[in-house]
C-alpha cells in the first residue's frame, strides 16, 4: 500500500526527532557545532545550533517540504548512506542520529575525499570508499545498521538496494530515493515507479513522495519491516 502525500504540505508542526526544526517553511537540523559544512545558515537559536536543511539541496529534506509526514531517523540510530556523495545530505543525517554512527559509502574519489573532510569534524561519520553493489565488502565495517538510506542514479538502482537490504538485515528502516529516468526511458514514469515499488518484497511501504517540485523526476520511498 503506497502514499503519495506530496500535496498534503506540513508546514507549522513538529517531527518526532527533536533535532529537526521547522520554522516559516524552512527546515533545520540541531548541530553540536557552529560550522556552516557547505556554505548553509547556521544560526544560534536558544543555546543551539540550527543548521538550514535546504529542499533544493538534499532529497529527505525535499520530501520532508513536500509533505512526507515524519522519518524514521532518532537519535542513537546507525544509518547506512549510499552514495554519500560531497557529504551535504550526511551531515544532517550526522546531526539526526548522533550518538549513532553514519557510514557513508561513496563510488568517486573525488566526493570521497569531501566525506574524509567531514569525517574531520564529526565524530559520528564513517567514510567507505567503494561500489554499494557489493555491499559483502564493506559489511565487515559496519557494525550495525538499523536504516539504509540510498541515492544513487543508476539504472540498477532498486537491485542495489535489495542486496544491501539482504546484507543488512538488521536495518529496520529504509528511506530509497528513486530517480526514474535512470531506471528507462522507454516506460511512462508511473510505470517506472510501480515496478520499483513492487520488486520490494523485503519492506513494508510507508510513504511515497513525488520530489518533482525541488527533484524533477525522483520520488522518495519510506519504508520498515
Ligand atoms: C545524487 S548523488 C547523492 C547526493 C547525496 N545524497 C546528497 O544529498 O548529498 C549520487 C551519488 O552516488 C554515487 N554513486 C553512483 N553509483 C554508486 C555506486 N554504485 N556505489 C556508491 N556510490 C555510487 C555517485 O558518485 C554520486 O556521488
Redesign the pocket.
Known amino acids: 500500500m503506497t502514499r503519495d502525500r506530496s500535496d498534503n504540505r506540513r508546514r507549522f508542526t513538529s517531527y518526532s526527532n527533536p533535532r529537526i526544526i521547522i520554522r516559516d517553511g524552512k527546515l533545520y537540523t540541531v548541530s553540536e557545532s557552529r560550522e556552516s559544512i557547505y556554505g548553509e545558515d547556521v544560526e544560534k537559536r536558544n543555546g543551539q545550533y540550527e543548521r538550514h536543511w535546504e529542499a533544493k539541496?538534499?532529497?529527505?529534506s525535499g520530501a520532508l517540504i513536500s509533505g512526507l509526514p515524519d522519518i524514521q531517523i532518532r537519535p542513537g540510530m546507525n544509518i547506512l548512506?549510499?552514495?554519500?556523495?560531497?557529504?551535504?545530505?550526511?551531515s544532517h543525517l550526522s546531526d539526526l542520529s548522533l550518538p549513532g554512527k553514519v557510514y557513508a559509502?561513496?563510488?568517486?574519489y573525488e566526493?570521497f575525499l569531501k566525506l574524509l573532510e567531514l569525517a574531520r569534524s564529526r565524530t559520528n561519520v564513517y567514510p567507505i570508499l567503494?561500489?554499494?553493489?557489493n555491499p559483502e565488502r564493506y559489511r565487515p565495517f559496519v557494525d550495525r545498521a538499523d536504516l539504509i538510506?540510498q541515492?544513487?542514479?543508476?539504472r540498477n538502482q532498486v537491485q542495489?538496494f535489495l542486496r544491501n537490504s539482504e546484507l543488512f538485515p538488521e536495518a529496520r528502516f529504509a528511506i530509497l530515493?528513486l530517480?526514474l529516468r535512470s531506471i528507462t526511458s522507454s516506460q511512462s514514469e508511473s510505470k517506472i515507479l510501480e515496478d520499483s515499488i513492487k520488486s520490494i518484497s523485503s519492506y513494508k511501504i510507508d510513504n511515497v513522495v513525488n520530489l518533482g517540485k525541488f527533484h524533477k523526476g525522483h520520488y522518495l520511498v519510506t519504508m520498515h519491516r
Do not use: C, H, M
Not at 567503494?130 to 553493489?133: G, K, T, V
Open positions: 539541496r538534499n532529497k529527505l548512506y549510499l552514495g554519500a556523495s560531497f557529504g551535504t545530505g550526511t559509502v561513496e563510488l568517486a566526493p567503494d561500489d554499494a553493489n538510506y541515492d544513487i542514479s543508476q542495489i530515493v530517480k
